[in-house]
Nanobody, 125 residues
């Protein structure tokens, strides 16, 4: 069992930056690829970024490539999402998730077994 807690969300102006953190409980965190997803009001949950268990492989949604960076520190049981050049369309509730059935980062939310409760990111224009 893995419990995930996100933090770092907030209100920021367009063009600004935020760094989200997701801290996991449980000793198996380092075995799991991790992902970040987001959901805006009235929209489906969408993939943002994912990282392999060792951090050597990452993948990103086209909409955030070049602006967001996912990373992890297995010694701290934490995965990060550095978000730069934020846009109003990045406004959403951001979730982290753990994939217990793969060794590579995946984009489909249905394969992730464990989810946090989310942290709100609001970007003003």
């Amino acid at each position: 069992q893995v419990q995930l807690v996100e933090s770092g969300g907030g209100l920021v102006q367009a063009g600004g930056s935020l760094r989200l953190s997701c801290t996991a409980s449980g000793r198996t965190f380092s075995r799991y690829p991790m992902g970040w997803f987001r959901q805006a009001p009235g929209k489906e949950r969408e993939f943002v970024a994912a990282i392999s268990w060792a951090g050597g492989s990452t993948r990103y949604a086209e909409s955030v490539k070049g602006r967001f960076t996912i990373s992890r520190d297995n010694a701290k049981n934490t995965v990060y999402l550095q978000m730069n050049s934020l846009k109003p369309e990045d406004t959403a509730l951001y979730y982290c998730a753990a994939d217990a059935d793969s060794a590579v980062p995946r984009a489909y939310p249905g394969v992730y077994a464990y989810w946090g409760r989310g942290t709100q990111v609001t970007v003003s224009s």
